[in-house]
């Protein structure tokens, strides 16, 4: 079974409860969470050896983050205890035309003060097949874009195929900053996978004719843009999600892909998710599901079809964590989404 190593930032996650104002909350939520680790925990469900890379504070809350992680399988040897405080991200979701909001509480984290110094790289990568990584990392500090781009390096060295999900966070790093520093990383990156927004936004490569809050997609400008970023990047695969966000609570959900090689494109079937539980993750469930699809030598489209059904069912599950299996997956990407009860 092939191995799969990730590097980020996971942190503690309070939202509240019963889509509250967080003004209203008496008592938060509790779980852990953030990109990279998500997709670790996914493809460790569907069976795969996964490790993930992070720096934690040498205390209790740095040891439960370590437990939500080994609970599911994730490989956890290459953690750096270090640095002072485990970030934290407040959540209040949305419902029907209200959206969800996002406060980070991350400066100075463990994670972004780490450097080279705290991690092996060579052992990290000398027996993984993939490396995973986000926009998300490199935005939280100079230090970590630094970090990320000598892990780049290092897991190129050893032959390792990686993806990045280019996850513009804008309260992070604005977009100029962005499409500095992703730019020049750009040159280690395999498989591009991201979102309209995170295209224009880090990249600098725009859809024409799509506006997602009205629902208008055009997949000939997705077509386009992806041509041009394989043309300036060398990619093997493009891929970007598509939602159209009709409300807080109702999204429509397809993706499409593009062969780099080939210039073949395709565009999955669209889930309609109404009622939304929980859709903080779904990026990173699309982004596992795709990642398993394509290490399981899936065609191109089955495994598209995969990641996006993958990630329809994360919309339906609270928390960071997809913890869905991989029959259930295969269920939904066959066609049988009635959610009628199993006895």
């Known amino acids: 079974m092939k191995k799969v190593v990730t590097m980020g930032e996971i942190m503690l996650r309070l939202s509240t409860p019963n889509h509250e104002r967080l003004i209203q909350a008496d008592e938060f939520d509790v779980c852990y969470g953030g990109g990279e680790a998500n997709v670790a925990v996914s493809l460790s469900n569907y069976g795969y050896e996964t490790e993930f890379v992070t720096a934690l504070p040498e205390h209790a809350m740095g040891d439960c983050a370590i437990a939500a992680l080994r609970k599911y399988g994730v490989g956890t040897h290459h953690i750096a205890r270090c640095g002072e405080r485990l970030g934290i991200y407040y959540l209040e979701s949305g419902s029907a035309m209200r959206p969800s ?32 990584f986000t926009g998300i990392t490199p935005a939280i500090s100079d230090a970590a874009a630094k970090l990320t781009k000598e892990a780049l390096i290092a897991a190129k060295k050893h032959g390792v195929t990686v993806s990045v999900d280019l996850n513009f966070r804008k309260k992070l790093w604005s977009s100029e900053k ?9 040159q280690y990156v395999d498989i591009c ?4 927004e995170d295209a224009e936004k880090v990249l600098g490569f725009k859809a024409a004719n799509s506006n997602v809050e009205k629902g208008e997609l055009n997949l000939a400008g997705y077509e386009e843009i992806f041509k041009q970023m394989v043309e300036k990047f060398h990619f093997k695969y493009v891929v970007s999600s598509l939602r159209q966000s009709i409300s807080a609570s109702n999204n429509g959900w397809s993706a499409c892909i593009m062969d ?72 939904l990407a066959g066609g049988d989404g009635s959610g009628r009860v199993q006895r």
Do not use: Q
């Open 193 to 196: 996978i991201g979102n309209e």
């Open 260 to 331: 780099g090689e080939s210039g073949k494109f395709y565009h999955s079937k669209t889930y309609s998710i109404t009622p939304i539980v929980d859709r903080v993750g779904g990026g990173d469930s699309f982004a596992a599901g795709l990642l398993c699809g394509l290490l399981d030598e899936k065609s191109m489209e089955d495994a598209l079809e995969f990641a996006v059904a993958a990630s329809a069912l994360k919309h339906t599950i609270p928390g960071d964590f997809n913890h869905v299996t991989r029959a259930e997956v295969e269920n």
């Open 101 to 132: 909001n996002v406060i980070y509480d991350r400066a100075g984290s463990s994670m972004a003060t780490a450097s080279g110094a705290d991690f092996d790289f060579d052992a990290i990568f000398r027996d993984a097949d993939h490396f995973h």
């Open 178 to 186: 962005a499409k500095e520093v992703m730019t020049d990383l750009m």
